[in-house]
DNA sequence: CGCTGTGAATGTATTCACAGCG
DNA sequence: CGCTGTGAATACATTCACAGCG
């Protein structure tokens, strides 16, 4: 929006995953037809505390009103705009197989304003294939296929060998925001993005938490 | 293994999250052969720093020698005993879906003992399929199936809205470790230990780094 | 010597606590 | 009054820097 505040301070990126978090309950709060929300009862849903809540805000501007809280439709769109998400973003799908494809078919991702524009796998049996109307194309034709779609960014889900060769190349075609779901470091130039999933770390650091319970 | 120090301090998440990387790449070294690897090529490897290593590994002992480095084939087994995997670990896959189904297809997680012993869904198109000779049960079998196969961890690939009542009713069924994919923040027991994989978090906070670039 | 292991120092994130506005 | 917004205080994580062992 033109008249946020937008504020240039250093934000922590667990602040920008929680508000991602409060986006969705103020998506609730809306559909019940609640109005305003105090941070003490936001705060409740979310599984924080208030001042969190509040301190988070406070990062990108003010938006409650001092007696009385946040106005539940406002305060929501303004994070959704916080978030880049009031435009849509076109991502380019690289890798085929089951977690690409579960990844094509969630229904979140629609929701919010990324649409899959380009696929790309490396497998002769799945190129020519598409996939509710977009067709699988070949690594070859990774850098037309990108310049034809105007995609923006990419996710990543390619076995871990091949993941660093795929970020280099399409970085170099403008590429700017990575989502890596391949269990391995990669790096990105200066000018891009890039978040991790690794599956296998949350499963890990859950039987980190449940070993050798010998007791009950 | 019985040797191991386990000391029972208080560790980050961070930390444990960490050594599960450098899991990942001491099994790489020990494939080629590495012997010895000191903190300050690992952190290369893991893109950190070395006192960084040498203070995670801390927390659970002392595996290195000084002058040299850590034996790349001991570390790497003591960090796989530190996380629980030096077994077994069998897991029920809640909904059986397009997330589900890559869940279980991902090899990664059988090549670190994670094994499906049990899948489940609501959807009656469902129920009766089987993958990889596992049948799909109904949610009504849930409390019989899992005493039937001992499952010990469960993963959640529900939509939202059912995750709560599916975790209330794993737990309480003695399931102790949930890995949740639902996009909505779940409760469980002091007892049972959880991990939340949101994947719309991830590209929110992608689009956060990219929002409003007007610059080049 | 070289590299680990670790207390001490620094840097970040979270929480407190209260001034101030509606 | 009630609840926000925020500087100050606390808690936590990372990095430094060096003593000490192989």
């Known amino acids: 929006v033109s008249s946020g505040p937008a504020v240039r301070a250093r934000v922590s990126d667990s602040s920008v995953r929680r508000l991602s978090g409060y986006h969705r309950i103020l998506e609730d709060l809306e559909r019940q037809g609640q109005e305003v929300v105090s941070s003490a009862r936001l705060a409740e849903l979310a599984g924080t505390n208030p001042a969190q809540i509040r301190k988070d805000l406070s990062y990108f501007g003010t938006f409650g009103k001092r007696g009385s809280g946040y106005r539940v439709e406002d305060l929501r769109s303004q994070i959704l705009a916080i978030l880049g998400l009031n435009r849509q973003w076109k991502v380019a799908l690289v890798g085929a197989g089951n977690l690409g494809h579960a990844i094509f078919s969630y229904k979140e991702f629609a929701r919010y304003g990324f649409n899959v524009v380009a696929i790309l796998d490396i497998d002769p049996g799945k190129i020519g294939q598409n996939w509710d109307g977009i ?20 996710v990543i889900a390619t ?54 319970w010998g007791r009950s």
């Open 159 to 212: 076995p871990a060998a091949v993941a660093q060769g795929v970020v280099d190349r399409m970085a170099k075609a403008g590429i700017r925001g990575f989502l890596n779901f391949a269990p391995r470091k990669v790096d990105v130039p200066p000018e891009a993005a890039l978040r991790t999933v690794n599956l296998t770390i949350e499963l890990e650091s859950l039987t980190f938490d449940l070993r050798d």
């Open 135 to 154: 067709r699988i194309c070949g690594w070859d034709d990774c850098d037309a296929l990108l310049a034809a779609t105007g995609a923006e960014l990419a």
